[in-house]
């Protein structure tokens, strides 16, 4: 082997992490427990199992333990309230991105939960806590968001009773968790609840009915608000907030 192939090696190798080390990190078990556990094919690394004992791998690989994603970095919970002009996108490349925004917030390699338009406003929650990823894009249950919608002409009431009870659209039925005129607004101000972790939904609802929307702006995230968090700034979270989120 050449010198040069040598010292490349070696710096491959210092960016390695021995599996049992990585599972034990994450908080699962002990290292011992986890070379039982990756002896009898618990854990698989990029969607294969892997029984090898001292296998080594990188800090972004995908490592599930019984079928659950594990990080061994330190949990991070960030809450941002997104301004017009950054799409919500983890991609280099889509120009001004959320990812910019919360750039200084964490050395933790955190990803936003769902979607914001890039000219829509309001909270996104980002981390890297796999759990809580589940518990949004639980497909039965899931984590209610409330969005403040002005929308450019008024909803009549007989719209906003139909959305309240579903609807089909192209075959398919469009619920909500709820929907309501703001009060003390007009009736092109709407508080409208869904479980949905993007908002296409929303915009299907007003296209099908041909309302054109203003603004969409997302004030709360299950027990999380806005209060005391200006446009494009961040924070992190409470551990008050953090186990109310855990709890839901």
Same mark, same amino acid.
């Given at each position: 082997?050449?010198?040069?192939?040598?010292?490349?090696?070696?710096? $491959?190798?210092?960016?390695?992490?021995?599996?049992?080390?990585? @599972? #034990?990190?994450?908080?699962?078990?002990?290292? &011992?427990?986890?070379? /039982?556990? %990756?002896? %009898?094919?618990?854990?698989? =690394?990029?969607? $294969?199992?892997?029984? +090898? /004992?001292?296998?080594?791998?990188?800090?972004?690989?995908?490592?599930?333990?019984?079928?659950?994603?594990?990080? !061994?970095?330190?949990?991070?919970?960030?809450?941002?309230?997104?301004?017009?002009?950054?799409?919500?996108?983890?991609? +280099?490349?889509?120009?001004?991105?959320?990812?910019?925004?919360?750039?200084?917030?964490?050395?933790?390699?955190?990803?936003?939960?769902?979607? *914001?338009? &890039?000219?829509?406003?309001?909270?996104?929650?980002?981390?890297?806590?796999?759990?809580?990823?589940?518990?949004?894009?639980? #497909?039965?249950?899931? =984590?209610?968001? *409330?969005?403040? @919608?002005?929308?450019?002409?008024?909803?009549?009431?007989?719209?906003? $009773?139909?959305?309240?009870?579903?609807?089909?659209?192209?075959?398919?039925?469009?619920? =909500?968790?709820?929907?309501?005129?703001?009060?003390?607004?007009?009736?092109?101000?709407?508080?409208?609840?869904?479980?949905?972790?993007?908002?296409?939904?929303?915009?299907?609802?007003?296209?099908?009915?041909?309302?054109?929307?203003?603004?969409?702006?997302?004030?709360? @995230?299950? !027990?999380?608000?806005?209060?005391?968090?200006?446009?494009?700034?961040?924070?992190? *979270?409470?551990?008050?907030?953090?186990?109310?989120?855990?709890?839901?």
């Amino acid at each position: 082997m050449s010198k040069k192939a040598s010292n490349s090696s070696s710096k $491959k190798v210092t960016s390695l992490i021995r599996l049992n080390k990585y @599972i #034990s990190n994450s908080g699962i078990c002990s290292r &011992r427990e986890a070379d /039982m556990y %990756i002896s %009898i094919g618990n854990v698989t =690394v990029n969607g $294969k199992v892997v029984t +090898e /004992m001292g296998y080594k791998v990188k800090i972004e690989d995908e490592v599930r333990f019984d079928g659950a994603r594990i990080n !061994p970095e330190k949990k991070a919970y960030v809450l941002l309230n997104k301004p017009k002009g950054f799409a919500t996108t983890t991609s +280099e490349g889509k120009g001004r991105t959320v990812m910019d925004l919360v750039s200084k917030a964490t050395a933790s390699k955190i990803r936003p939960i769902g979607r *914001l338009g &890039r000219n829509s406003l309001g909270l996104i929650l980002f981390t890297n806590d796999e759990k809580i990823h589940g518990k949004f894009t639980n #497909s039965k249950h899931g =984590v209610t968001r *409330l969005f403040h @919608i002005k929308l450019v002409t008024s909803l009549k009431l007989e719209h906003l $009773k139909t959305i309240e009870k579903g609807f089909k659209h192209q075959g398919k039925l469009i619920a =909500v968790a709820a929907i309501s005129y703001v009060e003390g607004a007009k009736k092109n101000e709407i508080g409208l609840q869904i479980k949905n972790t993007g908002n296409t939904i929303i915009r299907t609802i007003f296209s099908h009915f041909k309302y054109e929307i203003e603004t969409l702006d997302c004030v709360g @995230i299950g !027990p999380l608000t806005k209060k005391d968090l200006p446009r494009g700034h961040w924070k992190h *979270l409470s551990e008050t907030e953090i186990s109310q989120l855990m709890m839901l």
